[in-house]
């Protein structure tokens, strides 16, 4: 069957204008040529387009001050100036506009210098009818990528800024302050505190409001891996160094080259690895396993513990050189035992996230669900917390958070009309079965899953199935 290139593109434009019926693309012609411009405007505006016109280079580029446009279809030969010579300048400003240039008499050099330019294609008039439309679609589908993909650096931007971080407590605020402080620098920070308390969260919005915020962050758990497994990762390899190593590798550092390296746990790394890190921090460089050669980089580090390094120093578990060169500046996190003030706004903000992820209702947290919180220990911190509300939304079948979907040693540690609860044994047996057949209805008795959702062993679980006669 044969297909004319009319049928083609009216085929290519129906696909494309199902897709834009919500989502007008502003497209700018400059053309000399008001007959011209004035038959593509028609034909373009058909097509569901806003278009603007100008007459000129100049006049172009003072619409595209005004407008958010998002293709330029350009004539080279213009009163004042080259299409070709324009096309730079307006790439340059608005590197996400695509342009398609038009020509009367094309020729490889001008082409091959508007593609360098950054034009998106450079036709020949007379090609346009059947060339043109198919174009643009394909220019606005690129350019509608490139805009998503803003926005979506610009969502994660702000997800690790400082304005995230939830909390009004001053022993926090005196952390997010001294943080803010540092993070224009390209000094090394060390993050201190006790685990869940935020530090990755932290390293993250240092490097978000740093001059490195556009490279990459890579962050690594010094205590995930085995010393030859920790050193390959920060490191890389050669082809040919051990066992299975058939290419060359890159490591975190030479990942995060020009950005910022994570260092979490820092106090977990052995010591033979820190006199190698000792040295990218000296050098900025450091040899791969396997090679000779060196490999330079050029990195921020933020390193993080829950460890007291000073007195890991002491007993002779971490080398006192690379303490001090990883602790120019350090920033201590507070438990959040320290900031019951924030406990409240953290919850709301956990039951908001988990409400969305399993489209529940629950929009209150009880009085005495409160309480309990806060007076609970946290050896957990955050990370704590946040495993805790989401268990309850789990558990909650109304549109309130209530004490009794809290674990058991949180309950205990809750109010009732101002008095302290107690709960007998059988009473504590009851509250019990209830919980756990409340996680096995939720995930469909599926008990490997239960398990771990009520942190408990597999074999404790099936004892107390059989101990509570639970089917």
Not at 85 to 106: F, H, Q, R, S
Not at 336 to 352: G, Q, S, T
Request: proline residues 2%; hydrophobic residues 40%.
């Amino acid at each position: 069957m044969f297909i004319s290139n009319n049928s083609f593109a009216n085929v290519f434009i129906f696909k494309f204008a199902v897709l834009k019926v919500f989502d007008v693309s502003k497209v700018l012609i400059i053309d000399d040529e008001e007959k011209i411009r004035t038959l593509l405007s028609k034909i373009i505006s058909l097509e569901g387009f806003d278009v603007v016109e100008a007459g000129d280079i100049k006049t172009g580029l003072k619409k595209l001050e005004i407008a958010d446009v998002d293709v330029v279809i350009c004539d080279v030969k213009l009163p004042d100036g080259s299409g070709v010579e324009a096309t730079k300048d307006i790439k340059d400003k608005y590197p996400v506009t695509e342009i398609i240039l038009l020509t009367a008499y094309g020729n490889i050099p001008d082409g091959v210098q508007a593609i360098k330019n950054g034009a998106f294609d450079y036709i020949t008039k007379g090609d346009d009818n059947n060339k043109i439309i198919p174009l643009l679609y394909k220019a606005t589908e690129k350019v509608s990528l490139a805009k998503r993909v803003l926005q979506l650096e610009r969502q994660l931007a702000n997800k690790y800024s400082f304005d995230n971080i939830i909390g009004k407590s001053k022993i926090l605020n005196a952390s997010i302050d001294a943080a803010k402080k540092v993070a224009g620098s390209e000094t090394t920070v060390l993050l201190t505190g006790e685990t869940g308390t935020g530090k990755e969260v932290f390293a993250q919005a240092i490097h978000n409001a740093s001059n490195r915020s556009k490279q990459n962050f890579v962050a690594v758990n010094c205590s995930a891996f085995s010393k030859d497994l920790l050193e390959n990762e920060l490191f890389g390899h050669k082809a040919g160094a051990f066992t299975g190593a058939v290419k060359d590798s890159k490591g975190i550092f030479e990942e995060a080259n020009h950005g910022t390296v994570f260092l979490d746990e820092i106090g977990e790394m052995p010591l033979d690895l820190q006199a190698k890190l000792l040295r990218v921090l000296e050098t900025g460089e450091f040899l791969k396993v396997g090679d000779s050669k060196p490999t330079k980089v050029n990195v921020r580090i933020i390193a993080a513990t829950n460890r007291n390094l000073q007195q890991e120093v002491e007993e002779g578990h971490f080398r006192e050189d690379l303490f001090y060169r990883i602790a120019v500046f350090q920033i201590s996190l507070p438990p959040l035992r320290e900031r019951v003030i924030d406990i409240e706004e953290l919850a709301i903000f956990f039951l908001r996230t988990f409400t969305n992820k399993t489209n529940k209702k629950i929009n209150k947290i009880s009085k005495n669900y409160l309480e309990a919180l806060k007076q609970h220990s946290w050896k957990g911190n955050i990370r704590e917390l946040k495993n805790v509300i989401e268990r309850s939304v789990i558990l909650t079948g109304t549109t309130e958070l209530e004490e009794d979907s809290l674990p058991l040693e949180l309950q205990r540690l809750g109010t009732l009309d101002n008095r302290e609860k107690t709960l007998s044994a059988f009473e504590l047996a009851s509250v019990e079965k209830v919980h756990i057949q409340k996680v096995l209805n939720y995930t469909n008795g599926n008990k490997t899953e239960t398990s771990k959702l009520l942190n408990i062993a597999l074999t404790t679980l099936y004892r107390k199935i059989d101990e509570y006669h639970i089917k």
